[in-house]
C-alpha cells in the first residue's frame, strides 16, 4: 500500500449495519439475516484528507485520486477473504453524462487489477437520488427497485465497490440485486463511512 493510503487508513472493524465489533466489516450474526451483505470493508471515516481525496474525485474531476482511494481499500480487505469479480454502485445516466465517469469504478478497476480479478459492470440505476441528510428507513425507501442487473454474475463472490457508505442501504439494495440475478455472496466496499 502507498504510504499516503496508509497514513489514511482506520479499517473499520465493526458490522455496517449495528456498528458492533466484527472482524473486518464481517456483518455480525444478529445481522445476518436483514441484510443481503455478507460484509462491508470500509477504509477510513469521511473526513479530514479522505473526505478531502473523495470530494476531489468526485467533484472535481480528480481522476487520479482514485489510486489512493483504491489503495485504501485494499487496505481494508481481510486476510484470506476471496472474491470472483469486482464491480462498482453505478451511478444514474444524468449523473454520467455530467461527470463523464463513474467514481466508484476507477476505483473497484484499480481494486480488481491489484488482486488480480476481473473488474465488471454487473448493475445499472434507474434514476439518481439525493440520499445527503436522509435516514436509514428514506434511503432504504429511495434505492428500493433502482438497480437492474446488466449480466449475470453466475454464482460469483462479487466484491461492489462504492466510494461513501452511510446507512449501507445502497450497497444493501444493490446485493439485493445481484443475488436475485445468480450472485453466490456479495460484499460492499467503501473508502469511507460518513
Same mark, same amino acid.
Given at each position: 500500500?502507498?504510504?499516503?493510503?496508509a497514513?489514511?487508513?482506520?479499517?473499520?472493524e465493526?458490522?455496517?449495519?449495528?456498528h458492533?465489533?466484527?472482524a473486518?466489516?464481517?456483518?455480525?450474526?444478529?445481522c445476518?439475516?436483514?441484510?443481503?451483505?455478507?460484509?462491508?470493508?470500509?477504509?477510513?471515516r469521511?473526513?479530514? %484528507?479522505?473526505?478531502?481525496?473523495i470530494?476531489q474525485?468526485?467533484?472535481?474531476?480528480?481522476?487520479? #485520486?482514485? $489510486? &489512493? @482511494? +483504491?489503495? =485504501?481499500?485494499?487496505?481494508?480487505m481481510?486476510?484470506?477473504?476471496?472474491f470472483?469479480?469486482?464491480?462498482?454502485?453505478?451511478? %444514474?445516466?444524468?449523473?454520467?453524462?455530467?461527470?463523464?465517469?463513474?467514481?466508484?469504478?476507477?476505483? #473497484?478497476? $484499480? &481494486? @480488481? +487489477?491489484? =488482486?488480480?480479478?476481473?473488474?465488471?459492470?454487473?448493475?445499472?440505476?434507474?434514476?439518481a437520488?439525493?440520499?445527503?441528510?436522509s435516514?436509514?428507513?428514506?434511503?432504504?425507501?429511495?434505492?428500493?427497485?433502482?438497480?437492474?442487473?446488466?449480466?449475470?454474475?453466475?454464482?460469483?463472490?462479487?466484491?461492489?465497490?462504492d466510494?461513501?457508505?452511510?446507512?449501507?442501504?445502497?450497497?444493501?439494495?444493490?446485493?439485493r440485486?445481484l443475488?436475485?440475478?445468480?450472485?453466490?455472496?456479495?460484499?460492499?466496499?467503501?473508502?469511507?463511512?460518513?
Amino acid at each position: 500500500m502507498g504510504c499516503r493510503a496508509a497514513a489514511l487508513a482506520q479499517v473499520d472493524e465493526v458490522c455496517f449495519r449495528c456498528h458492533r465489533p466484527s472482524a473486518r466489516g464481517q456483518t455480525c450474526g444478529a445481522c445476518s439475516s436483514l441484510t443481503p451483505l455478507s460484509g462491508c470493508l470500509v477504509a477510513a471515516r469521511y473526513e479530514g %484528507a479522505v473526505k478531502d481525496l473523495i470530494w476531489q474525485l468526485k467533484f472535481h474531476r480528480l481522476q487520479a #485520486a482514485a $489510486r &489512493v @482511494a +483504491a489503495e =485504501l481499500v485494499l487496505a481494508a480487505m481481510p486476510e484470506g477473504q476471496t472474491f470472483d469479480v469486482v464491480s462498482a454502485v453505478p451511478i %444514474a445516466p444524468g449523473r454520467y453524462r455530467e461527470r463523464g465517469y463513474n467514481q466508484a469504478a476507477l476505483v #473497484a478497476k $484499480r &481494486v @480488481a +487489477a491489484r =488482486l488480480d480479478l476481473p473488474y465488471a459492470e454487473l448493475l445499472g440505476r434507474t434514476s439518481a437520488l439525493h440520499q445527503l441528510g436522509s435516514d436509514r428507513a428514506t434511503r432504504l425507501a429511495q434505492v428500493k427497485g433502482a438497480f437492474y442487473p446488466v449480466r449475470v454474475p453466475n454464482g460469483r463472490r462479487v466484491l461492489l465497490v462504492d466510494d461513501v457508505v452511510t446507512t449501507g442501504a445502497t450497497l444493501e439494495e444493490c446485493a439485493r440485486t445481484l443475488l436475485t440475478a445468480g450472485a453466490r455472496e456479495v460484499w460492499g466496499a467503501a473508502v469511507a463511512r460518513h
